[in-house]
Every structure is written in structure tokens, then in C-alpha cells.
């Protein structure tokens, strides 16, 4: 089986548009939840989210294109395009046809999709926008990625909700390793910040009005973010080969699903799929040094994760450490696997462990070491990245040091 | 009413040139416009003068397909295809 290894990584985050703003970011625990502004505030409660204040589409594509692109797009189109340039691989003709596109992303053109429905329902419309089809559709964002780039080799988009990062980066190792394609974009996006979304979210009652605390015991729900975190995964001879800077190797892919409740995560589920990563990286739990946790900061996700880390890793939980980075990055639902697919990657690059921010107060229904607040530099050999959906859909990754 | 001068304002305004490039026989092609930029052209026009153009985006129908023909977005090649199709539907309904 050929070695995948990862050679880009660009992010349209919270934090920042580049990489390094997002890192110093997420090891500086600076977190990017803020007052939200980009919904009108009269029918919603909700005061807060990860909201990307400074993406300014003119500023990154010209007039035509970017009325093409939803939100959604923008952000996956930009992060690629970072990615790409960061990797400094240049495409001939022959390796673009072997290049996939695998974008994950929970929702799709939700922005359009409220847009054109108000102006339909509520304003009685005659028409909508031509461009509303092929804005609004679930794959317009990898489908506008390959275009932009010029990728021609397989693509489609995975869709698992906040799995769907994971997943689409898992599917791409996949392809590479047994030797479908050569190259691949990959990654995760998501524009959610629009009334409908969160409306529908303030009904499930899961968000925090004050921040998010992942494994605090003082946490009180999730934050809604935005953006997305795109990659270039590279076949490791040819990266080699090139010269290319290689952040870290992927190594394994676990899945599973829970098969028992819609939005109550079981711990069974996600041991399930850190075993199946494991065991596809061919590792123990106890080489495992530094695990990047799902860590969504509701009361039950926290406490369910973390009984899942002790029943997957035994004995060796105890020395593992643990992190969630969504209290910089609040939980950007289908970009959120990319996002913390990329802080696990330059955790092991830089090896530093990245810490749990916000934390407060330890939860004894989360007895792991959780990182509070502080990043710490170690020795990183391999690390995993988790990812749990609603639904119970469960992707995890493992990421060894290049 | 005579509609033309508006209409190429709204042709130029969605293609982003100067409206002193439009005449009757400028080609939309020749202006860089793609099919979608075409359908975008032709939604502007509806929403100006709230009529309903019947163009189909798609392969150009066979030969002998009279009906479809009509309703192909290449039956829009020129400022003046277009021209002659919005003044009569404004026309039209300025008659009911």
C-alpha cells in the first residue's frame, strides 16, 4: 500500500486566513468565538459565534466568480488555493488528471439557500436567481475547488455532518493508498452562520450563551463556527522525491457508526472507530502521544468522549494527552474535522501539543489530561484526530510524524 | 413603450462593460458572455420589466424541432435578438 503523506495545508478560519494565524491561534488558546454579526440579531438569542469577521470575496476573486460562489464555496475555494500554494506542488497536465477533490461539508449553500427561500416565501418572488441551483447544491463547493485548481481526477463530496471533514480526508487517503489517484484536495467547509441554521440549532438547546469550556466542568454547550481547512495529500514517494515539506504522514482511518440514537452520541460508537484507526495504523494505544479531541463542549459529548478515550486506550489513557481546539475554533459542524485535522498535523510538526482553552475547572466526568490553557511542547510520534457526528457517524484519524 | 435603451443598460451592467460597446449586431459571445452569463442576462431582464422569457439553457434542439428552437438560449445571439424578444413581451403586456 503506497504512504500518504500531508504537503498543504491552507484554513479560512476564525482565527485568521493563513496558517500561521491559525496556529499561534489555537496554541495560544486565543479563541475566535466573538460577538455574532452577520445575522441580524432581532430573531435569534444566540450572541456569539466563531464568525469569520475579515473574508472579503472581492479581495480573492474577481466579480464573476464570486457570484458563483456561496459562502461555503468561498471558503473551500480559498483554503484550496492556500493549500495548493503552501505545498508548492505545481500540476503538470498528466498529474492534474491524477488529482481528486474530496470536500466534506455538512450543510451546503446555506446563505442561498435562506436568501432565495425569504425572497420566495416571504417576499413573494416571481423568480429566483439563476445561479441559485448551482450555488446552493451540496457538492457546488468541490465541484468549484476543481474547477479553480483545475483537478481532474475523481471528486465527489462526502457529507456526514460534523464528521464530514474527517470523513472526506479519510476517503482521500483511501484513494491514494490503494493507488486511485496521485494527489488529492481535501478537506472541509462550512457556512452556517445564516437565522435558519441557528434557529434550528437554539431548538436542539445545545448552545452555549457564554463560551465554549470543552471537558470544564463549568462548560455549558458549543459554539457555532464557520470557514474551512483545505490539504494537500501527497503519495509519500513523491513528495520525497520533490523536495516538498512534509508535515506529517497519515497513517490511519477508523469509521463507525453508533447505530443506536440521532443526537445522543454512544461512547461504543466512537471506541469503535479509535480502535478501527488503531488498528489501520497498525498501532497500540500507547503510542499514541497526543489526541485532539471532538471536545464539542456540551455537557454530554464531553462526557461520552471521554469515557470513549478510557475504554479504547486503558491503562495508557493515562498518560495521554488530550485536547479540544474548538474553544478557539468553535464547532464549524462540516469543517470542523479539517480544522482539527490540520491542528493535529502541525502539532506533530512543530511538536507542540495544543491546548483546551477556556478551561476553568476539571469535570471528574472527564478524568483525562485535557491540556488546560497552556500548550506544551513533546516529543510527538503519532497522534489521532476525532470526529463524531449527530446521527453517529464517527471518523477518526491518526497522523504519525513524516 | 420603447424599452431598448434599457435593455442594453441592463445587459451592460450585467456583463460590466460600457453600453457603447452594445449594438444590434453585437454578439454576446463576442463580449465574452457564457451561457450562464446569458441566463443571468435574461433573469435582469425579467426582474426589470416583470416579464416571463420561455429561453431553455441546453444542447441547441435538432433540426426541424421548430418549437424548441424558439425557446433556445441561441435564438439570443444578438443585443438585437435580445432587443426584439423583451419589446415584445413588454409589448404584450402592455396590451392586456
Given amino acids: 500500500m503506497n504512504r500518504v503523506v500531508v504537503t498543504g495545508i491552507g484554513v479560512a478560519s476564525p482565527v485568521g486566513l493563513t496558517l500561521d494565524r491559525f496556529w499561534s491561534a489555537v496554541v495560544e488558546g486565543k479563541s475566535g468565538i466573538r460577538p455574532l454579526t452577520i445575522v441580524p440579531p432581532d ?33 473551500a475555494v480559498y483554503a484550496a488555493r492556500e493549500a495548493m500554494r503552501d505545498s508548492g506542488l505545481v500540476l503538470s497536465d498528466q498529474l492534474a488528471l491524477d488529482t481528486a477533490t474530496i470536500v466534506g461539508n455538512g450543510a451546503a449553500g446555506q446563505t442561498t439557500t435562506e436568501d432565495s427561500y425569504y425572497r420566495l416565501y416571504a417576499q413573494n418572488a416571481a423568480r429566483l436567481h439563476p445561479l441559485t441551483i448551482p450555488r446552493y447544491m451540496g457538492s457546488a463547493a468541490g465541484s468549484q475547488v476543481s474547477i479553480d485548481l483545475g483537478l481532474k481526477g475523481p471528486g465527489w463530496t ?15 487517503f483511501h484513494l491514494l493508498r490503494s493507488g486511485q489517484a496521485a494527489v488529492a484536495v481535501t478537506g472541509g467547509t462550512e457556512a452556517c452562520l445564516t437565522m435558519g441554521t441557528i434557529k434550528g440549532w437554539e431548538a436542539l438547546r445545545v ?23 483545505m490539504f494537500v495529500l501527497e503519495l509519500r514517494e513523491g513528495a520525497v522525491k520533490r523536495g516538498a515539506r512534509i508535515y506529517a504522514e497519515v497513517t490511519g482511518f477508523g469509521m463507525s457508526c453508533d447505530a443506536v440514537d440521532l443526537v445522543a452520541a454512544d461512547p461504543g460508537g466512537a471506541a469503535r472507530a479509535m480502535t478501527a484507526a488503531l488498528r489501520d495504523a497498525r498501532l497500540a494505544p500507547a503510542d499514541i502521544d497526543y489526541l485532539n479531541a471532538h471536545g464539542t463542549g456540551t455537557v454530554l459529548n ?11 486506550f486503558g491503562a495508557a489513557a493515562g498518560r495521554l494527552a488530550v485536547s479540544s481546539s474548538k474553544a478557539v475554533l468553535g464547532h464549524s459542524l462540516g469543517a470542523a474535522g479539517a480544522f482539527e485535522f490540520a491542528a493535529t498535523a502541525l502539532a506533530l510538526h512543530s511538536r507542540t501539543i495544543p491546548p483546551t482553552a477556556n478551561f476553568q475547572e476539571p469535570d471528574p466526568d472527564c478524568a483525562l489530561d485535557v491540556v488546560p490553557n497552556v500548550a506544551r511542547a513533546a516529543p ?5 484526530s476525532n470526529s463524531f457526528a449527530f446521527g453517529g457517524l464517527n471518523a477518526v484519524l491518526v497522523l504519525s510524524r513524516a | 413603450m420603447e424599452v431598448a435603451g434599457d435593455i442594453k443598460q441592463v445587459i451592460a451592467k450585467e456583463l460590466k462593460i460600457p453600453v457603447e460597446r452594445l449594438g444590434d449586431d453585437t454578439k454576446l459571445g463576442d463580449l465574452g458572455a457564457e451561457s450562464l452569463d446569458v441566463i443571468e442576462i435574461v433573469f435582469a431582464l425579467e426582474e426589470k420589466f416583470d416579464i416571463d422569457i420561455s429561453v431553455k439553457m441546453g444542447p441547441e434542439p435538432a433540426a426541424g424541432n421548430a418549437a424548441a428552437a424558439a425557446n433556445d438560449l441561441s435564438a439570443f445571439t444578438t443585443v438585437g435578438d435580445i432587443c ?6 413588454v409589448d404584450a403586456k402592455a396590451a392586456k
Fill in chain 1, 43 to 75: 430573531r435569534i438569542t444566540t450572541r456569539i459565534a466563531a464568525q469569520i469577521d475579515d473574508f472579503d470575496p472581492l479581495a480573492h476573486f474577481d466579480a464573476k466568480f464570486a457570484n458563483q460562489l456561496d459562502r461555503y464555496s468561498q471558503f
Fill in chain 1, 158 to 172: 462526502v457529507t456526514s455532518a460534523c464528521a464530514s471533514g474527517a470523513h472526506a480526508i479519510g476517503q482521500a
Fill in chain 1, 207 to 229: 448552545l452555549t450563551a457564554d463560551t465554549c469550556r470543552p471537558f470544564s466542568r463549568t462548560r455549558s454547550g458549543m459554539a457555532l463556527g464557520e470557514g474551512a481547512a
Fill in chain 1, 302 to 312: 464531553d462526557k461520552t468522549e471521554s469515557d470513549a478515550i478510557r475504554r479504547t
Fill in chain 1, 380 to 384: 510527538l510520534r503519532h497522534a489521532m
Fill in chain 2, 84 to 89: 426584439r424578444a423583451v419589446q415584445a413581451l
